[in-house]
C-alpha cells in the first residue's frame, strides 16, 4: 500500500428536506488498500456511496477520483471506478464468459486477452463457460467482481459483497481482494456490517455516525498501552496493593484484575503478588476485537 491519494471527499455534505444526512465528511483512500466503511444504521453509508458514484449530487464538498473532479467531469471519473452492490447483476441464461463479453463492451479497449486476465484473477478459469444459472452465489460474486475490473479502475466500490456467502466463500473472496489491491495497487472500499470480517479484510477502517466520520484508524493498530487481565484469590485486596505500587488504575472483577501496563511490568507484578502471598492463576493478554472497538466509539449502536 503506497500514501499515493486515489479518491478524496472533500467536505462532503448531504442535505434531505432540511435534514444533514451526511456532515463534512473528509477522507482520503489510497492506492492499493483496502478500506472498510462502517456505521450503525442511518449513519449516513449508503447515502456518501451514492455520492461518491454520482447517483446522488452532494448539497456541498466534492468528489474527486483520481485528480478528477466528479461533477465537473462525470465521464472521465466515473471511468475509474467499478463497482458491486450487494448482488451484481448479472443474465442467468448466459455463461460467465458471455456476460464479460457483454460488459466488456461498454468500456472502451476492453479486449479478450483482459477479460481472460480477470477471470483468471477471480478464479473462475475452470467455469467461466458454464451458465450463471448454475452458479452458487459465491461464484456469482467472483464474477461480479470480474465484472468490476474489466477496464482496469483505479477505485472500486463494494457495497455488502459478502452477503449471503458461507465462510469458506467469505475467506476465498477475501483473498481475491485483497490479492487485486496489492498486486493492481487499486483501491477498494467495502461497506459491510461484518465487523469480523472487516477486521480480516481491511487495512484502515472508517465509522460513521449521524452523518459524521468520528474514526479514521489502521485495523491493526495496537494500543499505546496493552491490558492484561491477572486471575487470582482475593482480586480486591490484591488491587488495593497494586494501585499503591502502580501509577495506573487497576479494575476489580469478580475472580481477577485488569490491569494497562507495559509488557516489561508483568514478571514484577507476578512476582510483587506471589511475594505478598496471591495465588496468581493466569495473566492473559487482554485483546478488543472491532466489534468491542466500534461499540465503545459508537456508544452501543449496532452496525448496519
Aim: net charge negative; proline share 3%.
Amino acid at each position: 500500500m503506497s500514501n499515493q491519494s486515489v479518491v478524496q471527499l472533500n467536505n462532503l455534505v448531504k442535505k434531505i428536506k432540511g435534514k444533514t444526512i451526511v456532515d463534512h465528511i473528509n477522507l482520503e483512500l489510497r492506492e492499493g488498500e483496502v478500506f472498510g466503511f462502517l456505521g450503525p444504521n442511518g449513519a449516513g453509508k449508503t447515502t456518501t456511496i451514492r455520492m461518491m458514484v454520482g447517483l446522488m449530487n452532494p448539497t456541498s464538498g466534492n468528489v474527486v477520483i483520481d485528480g478528477v473532479d466528479l461533477k465537473k467531469d462525470y465521464e472521465k471519473a466515473i471511468n475509474q471506478v467499478g463497482a458491486i452492490v450487494e448482488n451484481p447483476e448479472l443474465y442467468d441464461y448466459l455463461t460467465g464468459y458471455q456476460n464479460l463479453l457483454h460488459f466488456s463492451r461498454m468500456h472502451n479497449g476492453v479486449n479478450k486477452e483482459r477479460i481472460q486476465e480477470v477471470i483468471e484473477q477471480v478464479g473462475l478459469t475452470n467455469r467461466i463457460h458454464e451458465k450463471v444459472k448454475g452458479y452458487s452465489l459465491g461464484m456469482r460474486q467472483r464474477l461480479g467482481l470480474a465484472q468490476a475490473l474489466l477496464h482496469k479502475p483505479k477505485f472500486i466500490i463494494l457495497d455488502e459483497p459478502t452477503n449471503g456467502l458461507d465462510p469458506a466463500g467469505i475467506r476465498e473472496f477475501r483473498n481475491h481482494l485483497r490479492k487485486i489491491a496489492y498486486e493492481d495497487n487499486v483501491s477498494i472500499f467495502v461497506s459491510s456490517h461484518l465487523l469480523s470480517e472487516i477486521e480480516l479484510m481491511c487495512d484502515r477502517i472508517g465509522i460513521i455516525q449521524a452523518g459524521k466520520l468520528i474514526d479514521v484508524r489502521n485495523v491493526h493498530e495496537e494500543s499505546q498501552v496493552p491490558e492484561w487481565e491477572i486471575t487470582l484469590n482475593n482480586p480486591q485486596q490484591a488491587a488495593e496493593m497494586l494501585g499503591r505500587k502502580l501509577s495506573t488504575n487497576v479494575i476489580v472483577r469478580e475472580d481477577s484484575i485488569q490491569v494497562k501496563v507495559e509488557r516489561e511490568q508483568i514478571p514484577s507484578i507476578n512476582k510483587h503478588l506471589v511475594e505478598n502471598d496471591y495465588q496468581v492463576f493466569g495473566i492473559e493478554l487482554m485483546k478488543q476485537t472491532l466489534e468491542d472497538e466500534f461499540l465503545k466509539i459508537t456508544g452501543g449502536e449496532q452496525v448496519g
